[in-house]
């Protein structure tokens, strides 16, 4: 049977426009594995949002997931910080079990 | 009057009133994107096929240089009074004003729709002018923001260079402006066969698209939570302002009727498309319900329903046709 | 059959046949949506041009109530069949019995295709009496479903009231309506410009779409756990009955053959849209596959391949041309 | 380094015509935040659905996600229980790490 | 108000041509219930992938999402092995809670 | 050089270089894909027509048999030369091998509309021999890799049986031979009526999809880790290889000089649909970037740009006109 261990799974709900820069940040801190999810509407502090895409994205968001080690997470939520705050980033982490572990170091 | 009875107009008054009632009607995304494709490259392609066939007049320089000075000026004027008479802070005021310094591809396609169906069709050239006033607004406004806060915005996110950049390769303006030079290669001719696309298709597929531009309008008009009346009243003032002063401009670098009405329109118009994606990445902390709402919930279907018929008065009475 | 063999109807046996061998051809959720969009705003269009030509005749008061009455009847009587001899409990005869008193918009649209084919087009204001069938059947249906199993249905999502508002409302009905009327603003004349899409283009995007359908009825039909022989029957059976009532009640009030006929297809035909939508909310307990197995994967083919024909037959032979 | 503490996602997958209701129960209980995922199908007891569209979404379903307080959590699933059995919602919860976390109370 | 109890999810991210395989093992192992998720692009081991559609769904990778008991997740995972090796599949594990927790045994 | 001055052609240029200049422009997949079935059937329908009308002829059967022959034979010798001088491992260079003896519609299409401009359209039943050599090749592919790996390749999969259905049932064969049939049933009056949507369209709509296909390719190119100097010197011998051999084939069994391109262009063409899919499937191993890069994004512009043309006049000189 495979090896099965645990991961960080982290996904990152994110303007469109901003996506190339979580996928750089990602890549800088030796992450270079993510699925890129979509999404359709949501509302927050912000009030409501629609992808209606004649608005070039601005008003779009999807998902930006990855699977990592623990260590990785921490440097990449780290280096996430600046934005995190200034863009509105919504960032959550959990724990999972993953098989071939080694794939996500 | 009559102009309000055309069918493209129709159609987004349905989608306006659809969204208003609540009506669950909506278009996939992917269609009304691919449409907005699809019209930036039949603008693209009629205006350089009007060119070809025209020749580069000393009209294109002077509408150039003339747009340009709009997309510059125009978001200096709005950006002081959002901030005083409309009472929004630094960051938003400059965000708003970008908008309006920008233009807005459909409401210049209605226009030039409407312009031609008066039999006052302006100069191909204009195309190229409306790619040209896409992007300075937005320098303009992240200068505004940056000065006025006192403080660098976007550190975060990349360098202004990248940005510039990036707004320059904007899908619309590469698209707008490759469809441009592509129709002043093939010429009428080589235009012919893929007219029945790109020419006889062009209204009925505008027709669709104004009904989804309805929708979403009044969509975004019932989530605007930050909209007060002052700045519902500059987004409409803002367009008879710089539609105005757009003739004046036109007039006074001598463009035709037309081409001056369509500068006017360009002007008088506020963009939707590429100022808010490059706003997204370098003002985030700018609401961006609030700028889309004033630019597509109320500048669009003021210049549509009413501008569009404004400029073209005060063009015909200034120019004197 | 030469109508078996217009391109139409082959794209559809396409469809079907491509979906029975378990190809994996399919067409984009969204291009569909926008398929079927396009063709509610052309149909609605189309019917709006020929009424502000030929003007409001009384027959469309009585096309009208007949068509209002014929979705009152249609859904009492299927829901006592579907219960007796189809075996369904309460809620699924209710919703089953929802879907045959509204009408499909496709069926109708195809009919009309071959009806102007042969000679025979209908009225415009036909297209007002698809559009008046969408819903009362929809009310119908809860009101059996509600008086036979005694007990209230949807409590939890919201009054009767919100759901038939959200039912009027629904997309397909807004744009058939919205197009209609815009087509009687515009006439014949307004419309010349975007009849390039809404017309000329008009049977190559139904065969798109028609090929569709059979890709999503094939499947339905595969997935259909639920589906006995006797409600495949009676998938069949209402129809045949239905368009015959049909044709009565439209030679009763004194119809043409066309419109006679449209009436039939009408009555024939089960919705899709509107009401699976409202039953989702109002009876979840219904079960989905059912119904949209037998208005989709059944009544409709049958309809479109044998139906059509047959109730053109009946209504020539009944008005006698 | 940003505070980061749990909070309670919860995902419901739902009807599209029904997402209206689920919206407006969420806001009710006082958690206005939430993202809309699309799904393409699925199968459970009642068979197997794909999102065809042209039934005017009485087959499609989309994932309701909001992250929110433990607390709050109770609160939504009590209130969409009435609709958990007649609609068969499926409603899943788990607990992830979130980065400011006073966005989600 | 309704028993809560665990239940695994797990998710597989499988590339669309193979979908139906997944769909068949999971069926197999006696766990018919699942819902597929759309996803945008991605990167890992073997490179940076987008939708693009026009090459027939080569490039296109779904998620498969079911939500079942501890021993039916072990029996699909130790099904999906071979697969799992030879087709690069990404499979994540984690315990949620569920309502209703009949409808996933 | 006029051919390279044609609207298709230029639009995707245009999508290339955008991509290369890392613009975000883009076009909804869903887009995309619609388009591709609309060209599958579009052509399909055209190919029926003209046989139709000119009835099967003895030119079928050879050109029939020249196809499943070329799709045949190019893998082999593809698989040989990637192995040794393009130093892939057995597994990659099936893969990649199987592409090169498959084909690309898109391709075809484009040579069709040049050759057509041209004045040299090739038969219609050329869409059958486009049908026929989709699949072949990948059979071969899979033959190659385990004869030569030595061991199973696809078992966790399921049977050669079923893969081998699958691909015989792939979507755009499906589609494709569909509406070929159509075609032939509906002949020249039935198509008139839906002409505007499947003749008049189809140029302008291959412009946007050619963008689409620039737009692709750049990209692919630029994330073609694997792709080596040698692979990508193949990917441009390959096609002129395979077009003179397709040339010579269609020579010998006495082809017209259009039909005899348009055997040279099937030859020359690498698949980007119907292979990649079955090699996810079956040879899971295989680097998708590798061969989709090679196809799509060298194979492919390098044909549209050039390869096209070099077919046309080898044909015309060989043949003679
Ligand atoms: N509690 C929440 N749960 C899920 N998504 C949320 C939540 N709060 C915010 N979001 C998403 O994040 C976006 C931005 O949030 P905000 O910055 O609060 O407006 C919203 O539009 C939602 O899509
Ligand atoms: N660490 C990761 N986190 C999330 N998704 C991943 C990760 N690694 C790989 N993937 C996804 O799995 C696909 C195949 O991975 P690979 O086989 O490593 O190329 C990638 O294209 C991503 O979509
Ligand atoms: N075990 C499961 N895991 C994931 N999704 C499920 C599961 N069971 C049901 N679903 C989803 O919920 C929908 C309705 O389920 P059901 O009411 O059981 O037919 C299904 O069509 C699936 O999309
Ligand atoms: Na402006
Ligand atoms: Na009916
Ligand atoms: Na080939």
Same mark, same amino acid.
């Given at each position: 049977?495979?090896?099965?261990?645990?991961?960080?799974?982290?996904?990152?709900?994110?303007?469109? =426009?901003?996506?190339?820069?979580?996928?750089?940040?990602?890549?800088?801190? $030796?992450? =270079?594995?993510?699925?890129?999810? =979509?999404?359709?509407? $949501?509302?927050?502090?912000?009030?409501?949002? /629609?992808?209606?895409?004649?608005?070039?994205?601005?008003?779009?968001?999807?998902?930006?997931?990855?699977?990592?080690?623990?260590?990785?997470?921490?440097? /990449?939520?780290?280096?996430?910080? =600046?934005?995190?705050?200034?863009?509105?980033?919504?960032?959550?982490?959990?724990?999972?079990?993953?098989?071939?572990?080694?794939? /996500?170091? | 009057?009559?102009?309000?009875? +055309?069918?493209?107009?129709?159609? #987004?008054? !349905?989608?306006?009133?659809?969204?208003?009632?609540? %009506?669950?009607?909506?278009?996939?995304?992917?269609?009304?994107?691919?449409?907005?494709?699809?019209?930036?490259?039949?603008?693209?392609?009629?205006?350089?096929?009007?060119?070809?066939?025209?020749? #580069?007049?000393?009209?294109?320089?002077?509408?150039? *240089?003339?747009?340009?000075?709009?997309?510059?000026?125009?978001?200096?004027?709005? #950006?002081?009074?959002?901030? +005083?008479?409309?009472?929004?802070? @630094?960051?938003?005021?400059?965000?708003?004003?970008?908008?309006?310094? +920008?233009? +807005?591809?459909?409401?210049? @396609?209605?226009?030039?729709?409407?312009?031609?169906?008066?039999?006052?069709?302006?100069?191909?050239?204009?195309?190229?002018?409306?790619?040209?006033?896409?992007?300075?607004?937005?320098?303009?406004?992240?200068?505004?923001?940056? %000065?006025?806060?006192?403080?660098?915005?976007?550190?975060? @996110?990349?360098?202004?260079?990248?940005?510039?950049?990036?707004?320059?390769?904007?899908?619309?303006?590469? !698209? *707008?402006?490759?469809?441009?030079?592509?129709?002043?290669?093939?010429?009428?001719?080589?235009?012919?066969?893929?007219?029945?696309?790109?020419? %006889?298709?062009?209204?009925?597929?505008?027709?669709?698209?104004?009904?989804?531009?309805?929708?979403?309008?009044?969509?975004?008009?019932?989530?605007?939570?930050?909209?007060?009346?002052? !700045?519902?009243?500059?987004?409409? !003032?803002?367009?008879?302002?710089?539609?105005?002063?757009?003739?004046?401009?036109?007039?006074?670098?001598?463009?035709?009727?037309?081409?001056?009405? &369509? *500068?006017?329109?360009?002007?008088?118009?506020?963009?939707?498309?590429?100022?808010?994606? &490059?706003?997204?990445?370098?003002?985030?902390?700018?609401?961006?319900?609030?700028?889309?709402?004033?630019?597509?919930?109320?500048?669009?279907?003021?210049?549509?329903?009413?501008?569009?018929?404004?400029?073209?008065?005060?063009?015909?009475?200034?120019?004197?046709?």
């Amino acid at each position: 049977m495979n090896k099965t261990s645990t991961a960080c799974r982290i996904e990152v709900l994110v303007d469109l =426009p901003l996506l190339r820069r979580i996928k750089e940040i990602s890549t800088e801190v $030796g992450n =270079p594995g993510y699925t890129v999810l =979509p999404t359709l509407e $949501g509302a927050g502090h912000s009030g409501i949002w /629609f992808d209606e895409r004649v608005s070039g994205g601005a008003g779009s968001r999807v998902i930006f997931l990855t699977i990592t080690s623990d260590e990785k997470a921490d440097q /990449f939520v780290t280096a996430l910080e =600046p934005l995190l705050e200034s863009h509105g980033l919504i960032v959550t982490r959990s724990t999972v079990d993953v098989i071939r572990s080694e794939r /996500f170091q | 009057m009559e102009t309000l009875l +055309s069918p493209v107009i129709l159609f #987004f008054v !349905l989608g306006f009133l659809a969204a208003f009632a609540r %009506s669950d009607l909506s278009i996939p995304e992917a269609i009304s994107k691919g449409i907005s494709l699809y019209l930036m490259a039949a603008i693209g392609l009629k205006g350089g096929i009007l060119v070809a066939e025209s020749g #580069f007049s000393q009209g294109l320089v002077s509408a150039a *240089l003339a747009g340009i000075l709009l997309s510059i000026i125009i978001p200096f004027m709005a #950006f002081f009074v959002l901030k +005083s008479f409309g009472r929004l802070d @630094v960051t938003n005021a400059a965000a708003v004003a970008a908008h309006y310094g +920008s233009v +807005s591809v459909v409401t210049y @396609v209605t226009g030039v729709e409407i312009l031609t169906g008066n039999g006052l069709p302006p100069e191909g050239y204009m195309v190229a002018v409306l790619a040209l006033m896409e992007t300075p607004a937005i320098i303009v406004g992240l200068y505004l923001a940056s %000065s006025y806060s006192g403080k660098q915005q976007n550190s975060a @996110v990349g360098s202004r260079g990248e940005l510039l950049r990036e707004t320059l390769l904007n899908g619309s303006v590469v !698209l *707008l402006t490759g469809s441009f030079i592509i129709g002043m290669i093939i010429g009428k001719d080589g235009f012919a066969s893929i007219a029945p696309v790109f020419e %006889s298709a062009f209204r009925g597929i505008l027709c669709l698209f104004l009904l989804d531009m309805g929708l979403i309008a009044a969509r975004r008009l019932q989530q605007a939570r930050s909209l007060t009346p002052r !700045l519902v009243f500059l987004a409409i !003032l803002f367009p008879i302002i710089n539609g105005f002063i757009g003739v004046l401009i036109g007039t006074l670098v001598g463009l035709d009727v037309g081409s001056t009405t &369509a *500068l006017a329109i360009l002007a008088a118009s506020a963009s939707y498309i590429a100022v808010p994606a &490059a706003m997204r990445l370098a003002l985030p902390k700018a609401d961006s319900g609030l700028y889309l709402a004033m630019s597509l919930a109320i500048t669009f279907p003021f210049n549509v329903l009413f501008g569009i018929n404004i400029y073209t008065q005060l063009a015909s009475w200034m120019i004197g046709t």
